[in-house]
């Protein structure tokens, strides 16, 4: 089964901006990911997840995951969505993790994957990964969604990330009591 068929059958997509091929990928999505479904009122009402991933950027050439942009609104999520996803993913894939909760980023490896994370304040992963891929808003401003896609991948890709390896434990020693609060206390 591929990434996208799993995606579809178990109706994991919520909020989408952006699923199906690319110029350069044979599937790719843009929009939020359930972790933890809603509860099913009736075979007509679904209450909504009481989990999801936000701010998904997936890309692949493959049946598993070749590169992966998510942001999580905290670190508590993260275990629930390797779980989830697991059997996609792969030591070979980029899987960049953006987290609301944590002052600190770097690499790690859970459960054999590696994880490249950063903290998440005011930003957005797509501002972020323009930012990694050194790439402007001008420099997307004429493309298509799927050409806009494929450059951020390709030079994310690219780009070597800097972050120093961590074990998961320093990086859950990162994560913060609840989201940020910015302003007056």
Known sequence: MSIQTYIAENKLEWMIVFNGPTESYKYAYRGCL??????????ENTLPPKAIVKQVLL????????????????????EDFVAKYKEFLTPA??????????????TFVYEGITF???ALDESSVWNDLLDIADLSKGDLKKMTDKDKIDAIVKETLRSNLRLSEKTYEEIKSYQRGGKASFGAV
Do not use: M, Q
């Open 34 to 43: 359930i972790v933890t479904e809603g509860k099913v009122i009736s075979s």
């Open 59 to 78: 890309a692949t050439n493959s049946d598993t995951i070749d590169f992966l942009a998510v942001e999580l609104p905290s670190l508590d999520v993260f």
């Open 93 to 106: 894939g980029k899987y960049l993790l953006f987290v609301s909760d944590i002052n600190g980023k770097g």
């Open 116 to 118: 490249n994370t950063y």
